[in-house]
């Protein structure tokens, strides 16, 4: 069975750090572009950042670019996002994607 | 970076059509474009219909299809069903960055 957990989420003050996490099962990370995706409350999808499968190539949404960095694991078959200097306006749910699949997310919320 | 635009919300009778299109502020949408369309359903993750213009996936519906109409990508219901009730999102790729749009909010009425 193919599965994305995300985990790592939580209540952050602003300005500082959360690590999200996306381990994979029943696939294999590494071949395929992998995505992080972040709905804000009540509001529509937002694509964040995507990553290469081979890693050679990443991207990131202009509002995220140098406070967030996209990375992957191919040994543990998962997936990351470390964001830093964050902001009230990052609070979401955030979603790791497949092509195919999509995890059920992990919320951040960003509040003093 | 692009604007992606649908509409925002369209209503279908039971057993009716609907198309929904997804448009890009840089121009006509092509295959190049690799338009996606996701459903989400309230409270739920979204969740993959149609990848690069028109391949469904192994759970898509057949009454679900994609293709370019006019410029743009476009997502065809035939013969709706209460439970296709959703919002649906478009996302193209330019290049490395992809973008969604705004969302359709599908209402079987």
């Known amino acids: 069975e193919v599965q994305l957990v995300e985990s790592g989420g939580g209540l952050v003050q602003p300005g500082g750090s959360l690590r999200l996490s996306c381990a994979a099962s029943g696939f294999t990370l590494s071949s395929y572009w992998m995505n992080w995706v972040r709905q804000a409350p009540g509001k529509g999808l937002e694509w964040v950042s995507n990553i290469k499968g081979d890693g050679s190539e990443e991207n990131y949404v202009d509002s995220v670019k140098g406070r967030f960095t996209i990375s992957r694991d191919s040994a543990k078959n998962s997936l990351y996002l470390q964001m830093n200097g964050l902001r009230a306006e990052d609070t979401a749910m955030y979603y790791c994607?497949?092509?195919?699949?999509w995890g059920q997310g992990i919320l951040v919320t960003v509040s003093s | 970076q692009a604007v992606v635009t649908q509409e925002p919300s369209l209503t279908v009778s039971p057993g009716g059509t609907v198309t929904l299109t997804c448009g890009s502020s840089?121009?006509?949408?092509?295959?190049?474009?690799?338009p996606y369309w996701f459903q989400q359903k309230p409270g739920q993750a979204p969740r993959t219909l149609i990848l690069?213009?028109?391949n469904k996936h192994s759970w898509t519906p057949a009454r679900f299809s994609g293709s370019l109409l006019g410029g743009k990508a476009a997502l065809t219901l035939l013969g709706a069903l209460p439970e296709d009730e959703a919002e649906y999102y478009c996302l193209l790729s330019y290049g490395g960055p992809r973008v969604f749009g705004g969302g359709t909010k599908l209402t079987v009425l």
């Open positions: 690069d213009t028109s």
């Open positions: 840089t121009g006509a949408v092509t295959s190049g474009h690799y």
């Open positions: 994607a497949s092509p195919y699949y």
